[in-house]
């Protein structure tokens, strides 16, 4: 099972950047998918998810309108949109599928490699 996620880097506050996660076409179409964020010190923190239809999203409150999670079912590629960013954003951002449309990190069975991101003031 392969997860690789790419796309992090340095940006001001305000900046956008997507990120990308390339994963095999079997986890592609059977597993909802979801990007996880950790930052310095603290937990793992959910970001958003996305049904294996795409037919549904959700987000955490702290991106809501923000941050856009997406599907390209030609490229078996899952992105994050993440736009005004802000150095709260900064993190390592993991993607991650799993049987479960869910914000608990557990329910996540495969788990990509993490990418930084890291936004400055």
């Known amino acids: 099972v392969q997860l690789q996620a790419c796309g992090g880097g340095l940006v001001q506050a305000g900046a956008s950047l997507e990120l990308s996660c390339v994963l095999s076409e079997r986890i592609f179409s059977s597993w909802v998918m979801g990007w996880f964020r950790q930052a310095p010190g603290k937990d793992r923190e959910f970001v958003a998810c996305i049904r294996r239809s795409s037919a549904s999203t959700h987000y955490a409150d702290s991106v809501k309108g923000r941050f856009t999670i997406s599907k390209d079912n030609g490229k078996n590629t899952l992105s994050l949109q993440m736009n005004i960013l802000k150095p709260e954003d900064t993190a390592v951002y993991y993607c991650?599928?799993?049987?479960?449309?869910?914000?608990?990190?557990?329910?996540?069975?495969?788990w990509g490699q993490g990418t930084l991101v890291t936004v400055s003031s």
């Open positions: 991650a599928a799993g049987p479960a449309f869910s914000a608990i990190a557990s329910t996540y069975r495969y």
